[in-house]
């Protein structure tokens, strides 16, 4: 797997949007395009990804993403993701998130995911 998309997700549990953005720029490219399930439409840019990011921080605060499975064809990636913390009963739960990874060199031009893994 590319080390772009594991900067990428890394860059979710980043509550200071600075710090957050800089990580999110060093995984893509300045015209990166992104859609999942929670995006009404497809985000655009940089500065728009790291806002976006930011909300999953703000609304779930010590939770992490982070990629269990991969493969790849070409310049394309599958993603397995595993978003985890605490619920709001305390106990820790885990969400997994599959995402498709378009690459140009060695950044991340266009993602697209989907909750679950379609099973």
Known sequence: MPDC???FFEAWQIEEAEARLTKITS???EHIEYVDPRTPQAVHGVAALSDYVGMFSANAPGWSAKVVASDSVANFVRAKVA???KG???AEQVQIGQYFVELEGDLISRMVGFVGTGE
């Open 27 to 29: 995984a893509v490219t």
């Open 5 to 7: 998309i594991k900067t």
């Open 88 to 90: 709001p009963d305390g």
């Open 83 to 85: 978003f985890s913390g």
